[in-house]
T-cell receptor, first 113, second 115 residues
Framework: KQEVTQIPAALSVPEGENLVLNCSFTDSAIYNLQWFRQDPGKGLTSLLLIQSSQREQTSGRLNASLDKSSGRSTLYIAASQPGDSATYLCAVLTTDSWGKFQFGAGTQVVVTP | NAGVTQTPKFQVLKTGQSMTLQCAQDMNHEYMSWYRQDPGMGLRLIHYSVGAGITDQGEVPNGYNVSRSTTEDFPLRLLSAAPSQTSVYFC??????????????FGAGSRLTVL
């Protein structure tokens, strides 16, 4: 069974610092991996999706990398801003479990002015 | 384009009562799913559907029922509510095909408390 872990559970950084968020998974036979943002009391918003054949994906200040062999993905947020404060979750779709996205518990980020 | 709409946003039930959480999407997405989110546990899949008339169980299906009679709607039924079902419930959908085939679009969530 695929297990997805996000460490640390919480992170606080000063404004302007780069954010590095980690996502680990136990089964490397994945179809894709997604990163989401969740604001308090709200639903999840998709940030980036990386297909299994890709090494990274970029959108503005966000860059996500994928290393299937080591079972890791990293989300980088450059020059963090207070508006980046949220919980970030990753989700994995495994090739033998299509339709069953497996989520990590998330990393709660606070960017202080 | 409303996206994924969930109702109600908040609900309080007594143990043993039944209710239905509604989910509707207007994006013609083939895939729809229900998750529950509990503190420190991330999202766990309850049931999902890959098209009208097709449903399957996720990780935590016990105590919940679903049906998919149309592409747009995917209601989640709690048959006999228990305090362990106190949670925030999210409905999500994906197109199922095309470039964004697996990009999940979430509803705003339904917070359920069972007393």
């Amino acid at each position: 069974k695929q297990e997805v872990t996000q460490i640390p559970a919480a992170l606080s950084v000063p404004e302007g610092e780069n954010l590095v968020l980690n996502c680990s998974f136990t089964d490397s036979a994945i179809y894709n991996l997604q990163w989401f943002r969740q604001d308090p009391g709200k639903g999840l918003t998709s940030l980036l999706l990386i297909q299994s054949s890709q090494r990274e994906q970029t959108s503005g200040r966000l860059n996500a990398s994928l290393d299937k062999s080591s079972g890791r993905s990293t989300l980088y947020i450059a020059a963090s801003q207070p508006g980046d404060s949220a919980t970030y979750l990753c989700a994995v779709l495994t090739t033998d479990s299509w339709g069953k996205f497996q989520f990590g518990a998330g990393t709660q980020v606070v960017v202080t002015p | 384009n409303a996206g994924v709409t969930q109702t109600p946003k908040f609900q309080v039930l007594k143990t043993g009562q039944s209710m239905t959480l509604q989910c509707a999407q207007d994006m013609n997405h083939e895939y729809m799913s229900w998750y529950r989110q509990d503190p420190g546990m991330g999202l766990r899949l309850i049931h999902y559907s890959v098209g009208a008339g097709i449903t399957d169980q996720g990780e935590v299906p016990n105590g919940y029922n679903v049906s998919r009679s149309t592409t747009e709607d995917f209601p989640l039924r709690l048959l006999s509510a228990a305090p362990s079902q106190t949670s925030v419930y999210f409905c999500a959908s994906t197109p199922g095909s095309g470039l964004a085939a697996n990009v999940l679009t979430f509803g705003a969530g339904s917070r359920l408390t069972v007393l």
